[in-house]
């Protein structure tokens, strides 16, 4: 099996993100000797964290330049612990910060990368990882013969690692110079527009029905928002939105809790939750292309014809959706 | 301070298709891709409004397009595009499908740019979209920027901010719907566009008129590109059975429903 250097960042707070202990736990079952290399402002409480992880030797490149996300200081750092390790196979979580960081070190390494990988196991003894290609419409199967091979994984994989004592953790010096890039801060949207919540059990999506003439040829965007936050707040669910709801977003008729941000499909996110239930969306290909990993789908929909009706959900109620959800908030 | 933007973008199947996977002589492919309606990849597209919006903004500064793909089909995509936006298109030609390798195009389009005459690499923006809606890897631009020596990169950006210094604030999305902030310098370096905050333009036939002066040559003149799957090994490819038994609930009391709705969320 192939020797393999597990790869994560810090947060904020110096601790592993859940991506980091699951890709961990991954990469522990699928590959051989085990190297953690971690990045960050300090990197022992990290290390400290997964201590028990098994690794032949815990690296890490720490320091003020590697606390913040950026691009020349994290792809330096990644560079300089693959060659300190040289192992056959790099795994780290896919989260922003790798994502962009990652591919410029596996060239910068020699190496190949695949991203957004959704299984890895073995067959036959060679190390194989599953992805999606025209987002989300085909799923394949793949190896390669390059090496190092990067990956980066998509959380959810497994269980997050748990295993902590006290580290050693071998420090890897990199040079910091020439750094172009200040990284000012993170900015969270204001707290009612913090609708995004990856932890969610349930997605809930709203389709440009929301802001239509209704039967009462009355467009009722009040209402509209009333019902949407209610829910939210009740159920603490997260937000998805279509593109044709953000569209007219952006041409001024405002949800104001809403943004591009929220967009669910084919050029918006592909969340992950156990529950999803849409309302007042039609269900159209390029919007449920981002429902492929939502396992329960609900929808309520005036058209009895639309999306939803030809295998893209479990149930759908034939309703006006203000009147249900109305409803289903008094309940809550 | 002026820039060069040189953004990179080229076609996907119409999503409103439906796709399937067949066998090809070199690995997986579309069936009948070549007959396929194709469209601006969206976020390289949202990378193309956002480059023109901003030359407009910083007089002096110029917009190259740099396009790989089959040559008759780009031709096809320029007539849907070239009336948006003002740019030099920079045409190769080559395959342009989800399970070519990152690392290949990524070599064609640094090799091309590399070759645009009148390019100021201090001067140099290389936008792209943050991944593209075949491949979907956010990889191929932070190749293209390693190749052409850029060590500022940006993915998934929403916002680009200019100063008159040449500098600019940057605006990155990360994870549960935030920001990151960040100052740069200025030119070189890469920005993978998410949606921008751009609608997108109207048609204006005289800037297709403009366009199609460095269109036609541009097309004629691309130089074939080997690209390729690499050293991928596609063991298999499969369109996953997703169709659902759909109970259609119709009807029946708006009380009824929610109650259903409720049990459901709280089981
Ligand atoms: C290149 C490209 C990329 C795209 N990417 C995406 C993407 O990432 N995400 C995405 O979502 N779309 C995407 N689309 C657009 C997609 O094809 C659809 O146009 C879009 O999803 C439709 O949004 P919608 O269902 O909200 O709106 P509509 O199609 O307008 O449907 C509104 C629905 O609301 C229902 N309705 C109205 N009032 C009520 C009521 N009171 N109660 C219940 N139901 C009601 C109507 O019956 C209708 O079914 C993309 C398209 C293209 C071409």
């Known amino acids: ?332 | 301070m002026s820039f060069h933007i040189v953004v990179c973008g080229s076609l996907v199947p119409d999503p409103l298709q439906t796709l399937e996977p067949m066998q090809g002589p070199t690995g997986p492919a579309l069936k009948n891709e070549m007959m396929l309606p194709a469209v601006l990849d969206p976020w390289a597209g949202h990378a193309l409004f956002e480059a023109a919006t901003l030359a407009a903004n910083v007089p002096g500064s110029k917009v190259w397009l740099v396009s790989l793909g089959p040559k008759a089909k780009l031709q096809q995509l320029m007539m849907s595009i070239a009336q948006k936006v003002a740019f030099d298109l920079v045409a190769v030609d080559g395959p342009a499908g989800g399970f070519l390798d990152a690392f290949e195009t990524a070599e064609a389009l640094a090799g091309a740019i590399d070759g645009i005459a009148g390019l100021e690499k201090d001067k140099m923006l290389l936008f792209g979209g943050c991944a593209s809606s075949s491949r979907d890897a956010s990889v191929t631009m932070q190749l293209i920027g390693e190749r052409l020596g850029i060590t500022d990169q940006f993915l998934a950006v929403d916002e680009l901010k200019p100063e008159a210094d040449g500098s600019f604030q940057i605006m990155e999305r990360i994870e549960a719907g935030e920001y990151l902030v960040s100052k740069c310098a200025g030119a070189p370096a890469m920005v993978g566009w998410a949606t921008g905050n751009l609608p997108e333009p109207p048609n204006n036939p005289q800037v297709g008129m403009q366009n199609m002066r460095t269109v036609m040559p541009a097309l004629q003149q691309a130089k074939p590109a080997q690209v390729g799957t690499g050293d991928v090994n596609f063991t298999k490819v499969e369109v996953p059975q997703q169709r659902r038994e759909t109970k259609i609930v119709k009807d029946t009391p708006v009380e009824e429903i929610a109650a259903d709705i409720v049990a459901w969320l709280k089981g």
């Open chain 1, 1 to 332: 099996m192939e020797k393999v250097l597990f790869i994560a960042h810090t947060d904020a707070d110096g601790n592993l993100p859940k991506a980091a202990l699951e890709t961990l736990t991954a990469a522990k079952a699928t590959c051989g000797d085990l190297t953690v290399g971690l990045i960050g402002a300090d990197v022992q409480a990290a290390a400290d964290s997964i201590a028990e992880c098994g690794a032949e030797a815990i690296l890490g490149v720490s320091g003020d330049a590697f606390g913040a996300s950026r691009y020349s200081t994290d792809a330096a750092a990644i560079e300089a612990l693959v060659k300190q390790a040289a192992p056959e196979v790099v795994i780290a979580p896919n989260t922003a910060r790798f994502a962009r960081s990652m591919p410029g070190a596996a060239f910068r390494c020699g190496g190949k990368i695949d991203t957004h990988i959704t299984g890895m196991f073995r067959e036959g003894g060679k190390l194989e990882v599953q992805r999606w290609y025209y987002r989300q419409r085909m799923s394949a199967t793949l190896s390669r013969e390059a090496r190092p091979w990067f990956l980066l994984l998509e959380g959810g994989l497994a269980e997050a690692f748990s295993g902590a004592g006290s580290a050693i953790v071998q420090t890897v010096d990199v040079a910091v110079d020439n750094v172009r890039t200040e990284v000012v801060g993170v900015q969270a949207p204001d707290s009612d527009a913090q609708t995004i919540r990856p932890e969610a059990e349930v997605l809930f999506v709203a389709g440009a029905g929301w802001m239509k003439k209704q039967a009462d040829g009355e467009v009722k965007i009040k209402d509209a928002e009333e019902i949407i936050l209610g829910f939210l707040d009740k159920t603490q669910a997260s937000l998805g939105s279509t593109k044709s709801l953000v569209d007219q977003e952006a041409e001024g008729d405002v949800l104001n809790f809403m943004s591009h941000m929220n967009q669910v499909g084919q050029t918006g996110s592909t969340p992950r939750h156990n529950k999803g239930l849409a309302t007042c969306c039609h269900g159209e290909e390029p919007h449920t292309v981002g429902w492929r990993f939502i396992n329960e789908r609900r929808a309520i929909s005036l058209d009895a014809n639309c999306g939803w009706a030809q295998g893209k959900a479990d149930v759908l109620y034939i309703a006006d959706a203000f009147e249900v959800m109305k409803k289903v908030n008094e309940l809550l």
